[in-house]
């Protein structure tokens, strides 16, 4: 009983931030998380812009409430809006970011070293692009391309420091997915002391 609540719980979340998704999407919507209580829902919503999620005095806010009341049947949502101070240190608008770059046929490579060195630039410790799908024409075969830059925790309870993020681009030539890791600022792990990373050349001149 307690496991079929837990994935209907489950379900029911990814409804929700998938509609929050397209329906929040010139807000700059990233992710959401859901909080039940014995007395309220609490749907916490991370955007770029909270005023658009808002609204003239809250109207828009109040419509949003009660669409996922009604539509989701969850009982007395309260919708906190949480606002995003950097874009470059969200790894799901990153993501996003990417994607939309695939789409309209950049060059994957340049993408992926200017995305690392702008994160970097901005304060992370580490961050990580993973890359997966046809990267080239059409008759190409699949890949996976992993490019990482700073220090990025690959095994054991530190991994839960990392933030990420995903996406999927639809390019012409076939569906990509995109991954991105980022460990914030001020991140401070118990086995080590990390110094300024500096930036390889190589992305630096990209």
Not at 6 to 16: A, C, G, L, Q, R
Not at 140 to 164: C, D, E, F, Q
């Amino acid at each position: 009983m307690i496991e079929r609540k837990f994935i209907e719980d489950s379900i029911i979340k990814y409804n929700i931030s998938m509609y929050l998704s397209k329906s929040l999407a010139n807000a700059g919507f990233s992710r959401v998380d859901i909080q039940k209580t014995p007395v309220l829902t609490r749907i916490i919503v991370y955007v770029l812009n909270p005023g658009r999620v808002i609204g003239r005095g809250g109207r828009t806010l109040d419509i949003l409430t009660d669409t996922i009341k009604k539509k989701f049947k969850v009982e007395n949502p309260q919708i906190n809006i949480m606002k995003i101070e950097n874009r470059l240190l969200d790894p799901m608008l990153v993501a996003k970011s990417i994607s939309d770059k695939f789409e309209r046929g950049l060059n994957t490579r340049k993408i992926v070293q200017q995305t690392l060195k702008s994160i970097l630039e901005n304060g992370a410790i580490g961050a990580e692009i993973i890359i997966s799908g046809k990267l080239a024409a059409k008759g190409a075969r699949a890949k996976v391309m992993r490019k990482s830059i700073g220090y990025m925790p690959k095994a054991g309870n530190t991994t839960k420091l990392v933030k990420y993020g995903t996406a999927t681009a639809y390019p012409k030539y076939g569906a990509i997915g995109v991954k991105v890791k980022i460990v914030p600022q001020g991140t401070v792990f118990p086995d080590r002391e990390l110094k300024k990373f500096e930036i390889p050349k190589q992305i630096l001149k990209s």
